[in-house]
């Protein structure tokens, strides 16, 4: 069972605005950076979002996060079919002590 | 440019250890201010943190899993290994291994994975 609570799919038209919500708790997210990854079909997860919304080197501008309180988002603007992928929050939860990871989103480019 | 590549069995029995190695390219392990670590991806997808260990040798697990895992650096041949004993199918996952600046994230570059069964 997950840690953060993730709607299981999302969905937008080419070029329009998805956006994944990531629910947690005042011992992770309320406290703590959140993380996003992006995972392709049959490939590793990859870093999409640190420190709640700073973006690596490489992730276009289009990918953005945000927090408040106890709950993260990602929002993708101009969707584009190769951002179909399954995409997972995580964050450090300090009555577990342990990282949590959400349960992941499926995101579909109609 | 960093690279991570896990190695080891694909299939492990019940009851015993599961024992995988990921070893490190194109950067130093030791004397590099970075966490190593593994996470593990059962069948449904869910992700889970198993741990990891600081170039000087500090350790940090899950602790759901923490009794079965052990997680070592070998800085001379630029490798990290795990062990999680006593397994059972619910060990069954694609395992990764991973970089991060902290113990606690974010994981980045990630190994490419590799799948573990455990059956008899």
């Known amino acids: 069972q997950s840690g953060l609570t993730q709607p299981p799919s999302a969905s937008g038209t080419p070029g329009q605005r998805a956006s994944i919500s990531c629910s947690g708790s005042?011992?992770?997210?309320?406290?703590?950076?959140v993380y996003w990854y992006q995972q392709f079909p049959g490939t590793a997860p990859k870093l999409l979002i640190y420190r709640n919304n700073q973006r690596p080197s490489g992730v276009p501008d289009r990918f953005s996060g945000s927090k408040s309180g106890t709950s993260a988002s990602l929002a993708i603007s101009g969707l584009r079919s190769e951002d179909e992928a399954d995409y997972y929050c995580a964050v450090w939860d300090d009555s577990l002590s342990s990282v949590v990871f959400g349960g992941g989103s499926k995101l579909t480019v109609l | 440019q960093l690279q991570l590549q896990e190695s080891g069995p694909g299939l492990v029995k019940p009851s015993e250890t599961l024992s995988l190695t990921c070893t490190v390219s194109?950067?130093?392990?030791?004397?590099?201010?970075?966490?190593w670590g593994w996470i593990r991806q059962s069948p449904g997808k869910d992700l889970e943190w198993i741990g990891a260990?600081?170039?000087?040798?500090?350790?940090y697990y899950n602790p759901s899993l923490k009794s079965r895992v052990t997680i070592s650096v070998d800085t001379s041949k630029n490798q990290f290994s795990l062990k999680v004993n006593s397994v059972t199918a619910a060990d069954t996952a694609v395992y990764y291994c991973t970089r991060s600046d902290y113990h606690s994230g974010p994981f980045d570059p990630w190994g490419q994975g590799t799948l573990v069964s455990v059956s008899s």
């Open positions: 194109g950067g130093s392990i030791s004397g590099s201010s970075y966490h």
């Open positions: 005042s011992s992770n997210i309320g406290s703590n950076y």
């Open positions: 260990i600081y170039y000087s040798g500090t350790t």
